[in-house]
């Protein structure tokens, strides 16, 4: 089975350029997650989706940072302009459904914002 | 909100010694409760979680977590770490509802010495 996809793996941009994420969950998996991973931090979760629609954004800095799933399947993340306290690792996850089954994580995207 | 606190950032053992690592988090109604792991260059992947039951919660290569739910605490522990379990580790807690989300602590890293 393949694992969930995420390019590119690494992207380094200056401050109030445009950067895109892309991710492509478990085949048949019906929920996405966006997390952020600042250095020395824990994953926090920027969007969940559940197929195509969205069931929390509430972390999502909804100013600059964009995301949609087309189709229910593949997902891009848009941050748009970056800051520099956007430098982070950008993980995708995947999972079935919501609550009972295991969340399945992409090797992230390492965003440096210079 | 929820939230939670791993209280050792950085832990060095030797090999065959007995590791726990403390996690606690505070929310208000039922939760679930995970331990994820990171290999050096590997993803983000699950450990162990609880939902109901047993509070004694067995994971994959050893590993298992007790959940004391009057101290709000799901601590890992292992009798006989290996070289091999050398990783960051997570714990994360989700609102036990159709929408929740996991927030994660800000990780442990474990390094064992040959």
């Known amino acids: 089975e393949a694992g969930v996809a995420q390019s590119p793996r690494y992207k380094i941009i200056e401050k109030r350029q445009s950067v895109a994420f892309w991710c492509n969950p478990i085949?048949?998996?019906?929920?996405l997650y966006w997390y952020q991973q600042i250095l020395g931090q824990g994953p926090k979760l920027l969007i969940q989706?559940?197929?195509?629609?969205?069931?929390?954004d509430s972390q999502l800095p909804k100013d600059r940072f964009s995301a949609e799933r087309l189709k229910g399947v593949d997902s891009t993340l848009k941050i748009q302009p970056a800051k520099l306290e956007d430098s982070a690792v950008y993980l995708c996850?995947?999972?079935?459904?919501?609550?009972?089954?295991?969340?399945?994580f992409g090797p992230g995207t390492r965003l440096t914002v210079l | 909100a929820q939230s939670v606190s791993q209280h050792n950032h950085h832990v060095i053992l030797s090999e065959a010694a007995s590791l726990e690592l403390g996690c606690n988090y505070s929310?208000?109604?039922?939760?679930?409760l995970f331990w994820y792991v990171q290999y050096p260059g590997q993803h983000l992947q699950l450990l162990l979680k609880?939902?109901?039951?047993?509070?004694l919660v067995k994971g994959i290569k050893g590993f298992e977590a007790e959940f004391i739910k009057s101290k709000f605490s799901f601590n890992l522990r292992k009798p006989s770490v290996q070289w091999s379990d050398t990783a960051e580790y997570f714990c994360?807690?989700?609102?036990?509802?159709?929408?929740?989300?996991?927030?994660f602590g800000d990780g442990t890293t474990l390094t064992v010495k040959p």
């Open positions: 996850a995947s999972s079935l459904r919501e609550i009972t089954d295991t969340q399945y």
């Open positions: 994360a807690v989700r609102a036990n509802t159709n929408a929740g989300k996991s927030t």
């Open positions: 929310y208000g109604g039922t939760v679930n």
């Open positions: 085949s048949g998996h019906a929920t």
């Open positions: 989706f559940q197929n195509n629609g969205v069931v929390d």
């Open positions: 609880y939902f109901s039951g047993d509070p």
